[in-house]
């Protein structure tokens, strides 16, 4: 009897050292922009805005590389990205709403 072994992710790539390190470089030159920006923009919800995007374009290539998410196939990450927007999505709701609310009274 043969045992057939099913792979439920694809194969990293045989440069994988040289794409962490690429990864890092790129993650460091982010992190010297937020730090920057921090000391150069003034405090506004445009900056919060702007921070809490660029702390999604890092956490895209931390979990793509460091984690190995960029190599499984194409259902995991939806299946883990898909609650996470809708979570945003809410917070995003109820903040709208308990702004309306505070308006109100």
């Known amino acids: ?3 057939t072994e099913h792979l439920e992710h ?10 962490i390190w690429k990864t890092f470089w790129i ?8 730090i920057g920006l921090y000391f150069i923009l003034p405090s506004n919800m445009g900056k919060n805005i702007l921070f809490i995007f660029l702390g999604v374009v890092k956490a895209y290539f931390i979990v ?3 984690m190995h998410m ?8 939806y299946l883990i990205v ?3 927007v809708l979570v945003i999505y809410l917070i995003t709701l109820m903040i ?3 702004g309306y609310t505070s308006f109100v009274r």
Do not use: C, N, S, Y
């Open 27 to 34: 993650l460091l030159g982010f992190t010297i922009v937020d």
């Open 10 to 19: 694809t194969e990293p790539p045989k440069d994988m050292k040289a794409q």
């Open 96 to 98: 709208i709403e308990g």
């Open 70 to 77: 960029k190599f499984e196939r194409k259902w995991l990450p």
């Open 64 to 66: 793509g590389v460091f």
């Open 82 to 84: 898909t609650p996470m």
């Open 1 to 3: 009897m043969e045992h």
